[in-house]
């Protein structure tokens, strides 16, 4: 299935960001407070996408006062859920073939978890997962307490060629990369370097980018929203007609922000909500979570 016929699937297409934060946040959404599982634990032992999972925090560092922010140090709950959506066998962009066990996929924002990454990463071909710097070695610690048990075919070849020695993968045998990204700081310019193993690989690019619960800040809206553009004008700038996908997935908290936000967005995306009947029922309206799709506008719209 085509990115056309996709859309197509998905209903209207999003056409005034007022509007739909005003219908989201007239839902009979339950309040989830700040939406972490829970924020003194030092560890969380978790089942996603029918895997055990024993996931190391930081309520420390969350209530440290780092600059730069320190929400990335533990699990929030739209997390697991978004993971179990995205690495179900009935999730709409496996289903039609929109994503596979070729796909390159690259994660904003991913925390101190790799929830995502590790639900995911078994489904396509390689996985990128990128936070700030802070979030590093949790990071790759959780990884590493958490083997994959099942990887996508890859040709030895083609796994060797994306192991270098600063970008070696997050744990053995595994397709899941981390990089150190942060969208306000970092050159994005830079990206496609970052991810080559020699001069000769073709530029990388991605079938899709994503973040989950990484809009809470409005002063953090358009850094965001300008990193999720550049990462997918890669694919624009490369020439594939396949354009690349961006999934946002979000708790519904604060109505200023969430419009920022989607004002931003839509002035760079095209933007559709994800239906209820694309969703598990964890995700679906009156929730209190939401996820939109978005594909880069082209440069006359």
Known sequence: ??????????GDEIGDPEEETFLLFSQDNPSQNLGCVDSDAPSLQLTVAGR????????????????????????????PLFAEWMASPANVFFNRSILGPESNVLELGCGISGLVALALGPNVGRYIATDQ???????????????LTR????????????????????CAASNIEVLPLDWELSALSSLPT??????RDPMVTFDAVMACDCIYNEALVEPFVQACAE????????GSSDATICIVAQQLRSPLVFEAWLIS??????????????????LKSNSSYVVHLGLLREVDE
């Open 133 to 147: 710097n802070y979030i590093m070695k949790l990071l790759k610690q959780n990884l590493d307490r958490n083997p």
């Open 52 to 79: 055990n999972l024993l996931i190391q925090q930081s309520p420390s560092l969350l209530k440290s006062v780092r600059p730069g922010g320190t929400t990335g140090a533990v699990v929030w709950k739209i997390s």
């Open 231 to 238: 990462i997918c004008r890669l694919r624009t700038d490369s």
């Open 265 to 282: 967005f839509y002035n760079l995306f095209r933007v559709w909500r994800l239906p209820d009947d694309m969703l598990t029922d964890d």
């Open 1 to 10: 299935m085509t990115r056309v016929e996709l859309i197509t699937d998905l």
């Open 194 to 199: 970052l991810l080559k193993s020699n001069d």
């Open 151 to 170: 990887k996508p075919p890859m040709s030895r070849k083609t796994r060797d060629k994306h192991i270098t020695a600063d970008r070696a993968p997050a």
